[in-house]
């Protein structure tokens, strides 16, 4: 007799759809219906914490800070600042970063350029910041991977609704621009070349209706796909993450 | 009566912003308790919850008026505490993918301790903090709030046997770290 796998167990003990044929067996085998006690003996017991209560007034604060942010985000000046300081930012961190790769390229124009204790000072900041950036694009790029995965694994049955990924599609698209063109300036060539293969699909799905047809959904999914995309996600990713800290060097 | 959520959002897309404040008002404790069961913290709950109403703020010319306005914020709110535990993961150096349980430290309580029914909530907090971000929605979802898969699935943006093998997946990395407190083999 086949007795139900761990997984049917799991399906029997919430009851779900499909799970029939096998809750039948489990009352018709002793030893599936000893499994399936050991089970429940686990799961009856993981209750949910007790869900501290916000204050009084939570939902009155909850307002007030994000009324504020709404107000911001509703002054179109204040959203070109923001992009603006945005990119400045990541010119700035790149720049750092480019600069403090050539300085250790050359360290005795370094070291004789300057006295110690400045030289190194500058280097550890530049090397940080280097660092901030590797995991900045490092997060970007695992964002981007993430939503791209769940397209492709989207069922294109009927309408699906991808309002929730838009919003997050439309931040990434943001960066995503930013990111490429300093990346580019930069000469960091792979991580360039993916970010400009990246846009084209992030464009469209920001840019296209949130409820999308079977076969625009299939049209999306077949251009991940057959660009490869979230597989170069994975590889630049991890040639991204696996760039080393550079060492500290000490303030004498 | 009462105005209707889909009443306040046609409202608020028009640009009434008290309209949007009775939204708010009226559903911030709601996600919170949704937000604090996967985030498993007041704080990351707390950004959740304001996350979750400034994407859906931003989002309310797209929201479809044939859809429950609960679930499609819920949706939000389940994506923002994702993002976040991801987040909160990359900083902290966790890998967040594919791992296997054998790899993680366990940090089940010992034998000895398994008495007390405090160390038994810790166990399992432990546990699920343990999961991935994504097993552990699953699981909160399915567990807790007794959500049906095919919905778990909507939300994840994952298929019918991604989705089952998730849970599963979380099932046995849970059975296997409170394994002292059942004593029950894996």
Redesign the interface.
């Known amino acids: 007799m086949n007795h139900v796998s ?2 049917e167990l ?2 029997c003990y ?1 009851a ?2 499909g799970s029939e044929g096998a809750q039948e067996h489990v009352a018709r085998c002793e030893e599936c219906a000893g499994e399936l006690a ?2 429940a ?3 009856d ?5 007790e ?2 209560e ?1 204050p009084a007034g ?3 604060q ?2 007030r ?3 504020w ?2 107000r911001r985000e509703r002054r179109p000046a204040a959203v070109w600042m923001k992009w603006g300081a945005a990119a400045a930012l990541v010119v700035v961190a790149f720049t750092s970063g480019l600069l403090w790769k050539k300085r250790s390229e050359a360290p005795d124009r370094a070291v004789t350029a300057s006295s110690g204790e400045a030289a190194n000072a500058e280097a550890n900041g530049a090397a940080g910041r280097d660092r901030i950036l590797l ?1 900045v694009v ?2 970007h790029m ?2 981007s991977e ?1 939503i791209l ?3 492709t ?3 294109p049955n009927g309408g699906v ?1 991808i ?6 599609v ?1 931040e990434l698209l943001a960066s995503n621009r930013i990111y490429r063109r300093t990346a580019s300036e930069r000469g960091e060539d792979s991580v360039a070349t993916l970010l400009d293969e990246l846009e084209p699909v992030l464009m469209q799905l920001a840019n296209g209706p ?2 999308l047809t079977a076969d625009e959904l299939r049209g999306i999914q077949k251009r991940v796909e057959t660009r490869g995309l979230v597989f170069k996600l994975r590889v630049v990713r991890a040639g991204v993450d696996a760039t080393p800290a550079p060492p500290l060097q000490p303030n004498i | 009566m009462e105005t209707s959520d889909y009443e306040l959002v046609m409202r608020s897309r028009g640009g009434d912003d008290d309209a949007f404040r009775f939204l708010v008002e009226r559903h911030s404790r709601t996600i919170y308790r949704a937000a604090y069961r996967i985030t498993g913290n007041a704080a990351d709950a707390d950004d959740v919850v304001q996350e979750s109403f400034l994407r859906a703020y931003r989002a309310l010319a797209r929201f479809d008026a044939r859809a429950q306005f609960t679930t499609w914020l819920h949706r939000i709110v389940v994506n923002c505490a994702l993002d976040l535990i991801d987040a909160r993961r990359r900083r902290e150096g966790r890998i967040d993918d594919g791992e296997d349980l054998g790899q993680l430290p366990s940090r089940a309580a010992s034998p000895d301790r398994i008495a007390l029914g405090s160390e038994l909530q810790r166990a399992i907090e432990t546990a699920l903090d343990a999961l991935t971000g994504k097993e552990r929605t699953a699981f909160v979802l399915r567990h807790f709030e007794g959500m049906p898969l095919e919905e778990i699935g909507g939300i994840l943006g994952t298929q019918m046997n991604a989705t089952k093998n998730t849970v599963f997946r979380a099932v046995r990395k849970l059975r296997q770290q409170l394994q002292p407190f059942t004593g029950t083999p894996v």
């Not at chain 1, 017991?45 to 914490?49: I, W």
């Not at chain 1, 309002?163 to 997050?168: G, Y």
């Open positions: 761990q997984e799991v399906l919430y779900d759809p050991r089970l003996m686990v799961l017991r993981v209750t949910p914490a869900v501290p916000p939570y939902e009155a909850v307002w800070r994000l009324h942010r709404l995991v490092s997060d695992a964002r993430r995965v769940e397209l694994n989207m069922t609704d309002t929730a990924e838009q919003l997050r439309e949130s409820t």
